[in-house]
């Protein structure tokens, strides 16, 4: 403490001045400008496009106003070098930048589409989906923007081609090994079985390509009087009742066993309210359009064929595909147990059982399910 003394006593003597070395982070200092450029309030905007329904939308883009990089960052520099630090407020170097022209032509390049069937190769075997055709006529459009150079948007009507042959009309050549199969028992209540006739139509013969995701809902669609559906048994509000298109629950509880055994992705799927007459506990799979949905991803490296039907007084669905190194192929059981009852409820635990050459590999907890009792 006395040295600091004798210094600055010192210092004070000999009239010593230390000019300051003002050294500062250029990165971060330009990082913190382009930071102040993101939060402008005029923000450039470049055209866009989109596809909606059958039409083309195509928004003009904005103007915005754009930082002077290098001028801000001088003026910065030479504020912070008065080492008074008074408060200076400096004003942003701004012009303005106006968006790139909408590209029609290369807007139709990429969305246009010359239309394809569907077909498949066996060496290598290979399954090719079908392609929509989509087209615009590009001078039309060009002519459009011409005349109205100020309009937020355009829209434009698509010209869509339909392919010939889709995947569902390639037969089953393309899909020679059964992956896995399940069947329910039904009570041929005329109602009912049309019911299950129907939903069944439905999803026979869909074939779901590699990662994508089947939708009950969205493949059999609203159950409707004009689709011909009937009244029959449903679950509701806690109690049985009749309601339109009861029944074909037991279509999605029969395909979704079959999906499991087929060691695909269950990505959607709910129990009952109670357990069904066709299923165990832990094996069902409820759908209420427009509320709750069964989905499934096709995990394998092939695409499948779903193959349904109701006769008999069975409902049966099967999944068909092409087995290949690609894909491990697993002996798949389903195991339930019922873990706890109460004076109201049982709860089911139900898991997947792996083997290989007879020998359990592995062993997952599907889900835990909850019913009413009747």
Known sequence: MIQDIKDYV????????????????????????ETMQAQLPDQLEQSSYY???DKLVITNGKNGAKVY?????????????????????????????YPDKINVPAIHDDIYRQAQNAYYTTEPRMVYSEVTGIDFDV?????????????????IKLNYTKPEVTVNDLGMDPFPDLLATFATKYVNNPDRTTNLR??????NG??????????????????????????????????????LGGGIC?????LYDAVVFANLDITSRRNHMFVPSYATGGRDATVVYGSTDFKFKNSRSYPIKIISSVEGGVAQVSIYGYKNENDPEYEISIETNLVKTTSTSLVYDAYKVYKQNGVVVKKEKMSRDTYKKY
């Open 51 to 53: 596809i909606e329904d």
């Open 250 to 254: 037991q279509i999605t509880t029969t």
């Open 69 to 97: 990089m290098d001028e801000l960052e001088a003026r910065i520099m030479e504020e912070v070098q008065d080492i008074t630090y008074k408060n200076t407020c400096i004003d942003i170097p701004t012009f303005t930048e």
């Open 198 to 203: 129907l939903a069944s139509n439905k999803i």
């Open 10 to 33: 010192a210092v004070l003597m000999s009239q010593i001045n230390i000019d300051p070395i003002l050294i500062y982070n250029q990165k971060a200092l330009r990082d913190y400008i």
């Open 206 to 243: 869909k074939v779901i390509m590699p990662g994508e995701e089947f939708s009950f809902n969205k493949v059999v669609g609203r159950r409707t009087a004009s689709a011909g559906y009937k009244n029959a048994a449903i679950f509701s509000d806690g109690q049985v009742t009749d309601g």
């Open 139 to 155: 001078a039309t459009v060009e002519r459009e923007i011409e005349q109205n150079p100020e309009a937020g948007e355009y829209q």
